[in-house]
């Protein structure tokens, strides 16, 4: 079955970074974008709220606009891993972070329902 494993949380300072991993397994992820979303604990409804997706191809990304300019996605098909760089951390980004699979673009994929979903990492800003 697929598998979906987040790594590289923990806890850092306002103003630090963090990289987050996803190793994906299971079945092949050709046109599948991958994203990140993450759950904050004050979060209205307890709902995700989404953060950044990345095509299968890695020429499309998509960004919410809390998080432009401060985080990147990337991802590595060889080794059907997507990762999150995570600059400039701010409090208010402290969150479960998730790693998830949807098939299409990755505009696409920021809106819809996901097919797969990790275990989730936790990142904790400290101010």
């Known amino acids: 079955q697929v598998q979906l494993v987040e790594s590289g949380g923990g806890l850092v300072q306002a103003g630090g970074s963090l990289r987050l991993s996803c190793a994906a397994s299971?079945?092949?992820?050709?046109?599948?974008?991958m994203s990140w979303f993450r759950q904050a604990p004050q979060a209205p409804g307890n709902k995700r709220e989404f953060?950044?997706?990345?095509?299968?191809?890695?020429?499309?990304?998509y960004y919410a606009d809390s998080v432009k300019g401060r985080f990147t996605i990337s991802r590595d098909n060889a080794k059907d891993t997507v990762y999150l760089q995570m600059n400039s951390l701010k409090p208010e980004d402290t969150a479960v972070y998730y790693c998830?699979?949807?098939?299409?673009?990755?505009?696409?994929?920021?809106?819809?329902?996901?097919?797969?979903w990790g275990q989730g990492t936790q990142v904790t800003v400290s101010s």
């Open positions: 998830a699979l949807a098939w299409g673009t990755a505009a696409q994929a920021s809106a819809r329902v996901q097919d797969y």
């Open positions: 299971g079945r092949t992820f050709r046109s599948y974008a």
């Open positions: 953060v950044a997706a990345i095509s299968w191809s890695g020429n499309g990304r």
